[in-house]
């Protein structure tokens, strides 16, 4: 067995009887497929399932190797949601868009997919947009 690099896969016995420690593999992404809703040029849309602040939305996003969507594409992804049950039907949810004052974001509530400010310490909806 072998990773993504070709080398021993963990607990396999190479040729000189040692093994391999599971912290030196390369994890594998995956290039087929979406864990959520492919829409249509948008791309693959996921809801991370969890209420966090606009920071820690954003910072989420990043780790997934996605972004967080800005209103608009927001706004998008809201009017698609009858024809997909892989999205949110109702609750507010953080964009990327910049709010003319700092500790504030805009958000869209997937109720009416109307857009609203926020603090941006308050918890909201949170799903990532990729390829």
Request: proline letters at 4%; one cysteine or more.
């Amino acid at each position: 067995m072998t990773d993504v690099n070709g080398s021993a896969a963990p607990n396999a016995e190479t040729s000189n009887n040692q093994y391999h420690d599971i912290r030196n593999l390369a994890a594998a992404k995956f290039t087929k497929g979406c864990a959520g809703a492919d829409l249509a040029g948008i791309g693959c849309v996921v809801n991370v399932g969890q209420n966090l602040t606009l920071q820690a939305a954003k910072d989420k996003c990043a780790s997934m190797g996605m972004t967080l969507p800005n209103k608009g594409i927001l706004v998008s992804i809201a009017s698609k949601k009858t024809s997909n049950s892989a999205l949110p039907q109702s609750g507010y949810h953080w964009s990327s868009s910049p709010y003319n004052i700092p500790i504030y974001g805009w958000m869209v509530d997937f109720g009416n997919g109307h857009e609203y400010s926020s603090g941006t310490g308050r918890q909201r909806g949170v799903l990532c947009v990729g390829d």
